[in-house]
T-cell receptor
């Protein structure tokens, strides 16, 4: 069990560019979550996958954001035409998918800075 | 929106017990109370969760009020490594019928040497 892995750890980009982040959940975890966290705030829910199906999307996830989880394994979060307000820590979490109260395992996040 | 309220910050002396309060007056009968903590530059990590009775694990204890409208996370002997933001969370039922965890702003715990 190597934990939830996120790549890259840090990303600096210019406004208007597209960025993509990757999350590798713990092996055999069916549920995968994306959160966004800005300085001084708690993580904000963005979206949730059960295997490859995206079951829930927050209204925070504008049409510039898209997330995928092909084959129910790793997931990617893409932000198109980045804006300075997108600067945040993007966190991925996974859980086994056997219990509605099971604990989430978080990665260390990808810190995005939009210049 | 988060269904819990917590103090913004607390301080504790090293090796003393810490009681972190949380109010959740709108809790439903089936909602579990979850606690996570976030150390600097890391993602949140699970601490403990419970439904009605008090819960203990190697990290902490969770004391739940009889009416379940509040709870307290207890760190029995705070260490410098316990300095973190502590989040008290109730699940939120998503439109898909599944559940998601909604974080508030948490309590920033400072441990004094």
């Amino acid at each position: 069990d190597t934990g939830v892995s996120q790549d890259p750890r840090h990303k600096i980009t210019k406004r208007g560019q597209n960025v993509t982040f990757r999350c590798d959940p713990i092996s055999e975890h069916n549920r995968l979550y994306w959160y966004r966290q800005t300085l001084g705030q708690g993580p904000e829910f963005l979206t949730y996958f059960q295997n490859e199906a995206q079951l829930e999307k927050s209204r925070l996830l504008s049409d510039r954001f898209s997330a995928e989880r092909p084959k129910g394994s790793f997931s990617t979060l893409e932000i198109q035409r980045t804006e300075q307000g997108d600067s945040a820590m993007y966190l991925c979490a996974s859980s086994p998918g056997r219990d509605t109260n099971e604990k989430l395992f978080f990665g260390s996040g990808t810190q995005l800075s939009v210049l | 929106d988060a269904k819990t309220t917590q103090p913004n910050s607390m301080e504790s002396n090293e090796e003393e017990p810490v009681h972190l309060p949380c109010n959740h007056s709108t809790i439903s009968g089936t909602d579990y109370i979850h606690w996570y903590r976030q150390l600097p530059s890391q993602g949140p990590e699970y601490v403990i969760h419970g439904l009605t009775s008090n819960v203990n694990n190697r990290m902490a204890s969770l004391a739940i009020a009889e009416d379940r409208k509040s709870s307290t996370l207890i760190l029995h002997r705070a260490t410098l490594r316990d300095a973190a933001v502590y989040y008290c969370i109730l699940r939120d039922r998503a439109t898909s019928g599944t559940y998601k965890y909604i974080f508030g702003t948490g309590t920033r715990l400072k441990v004094l040497a």
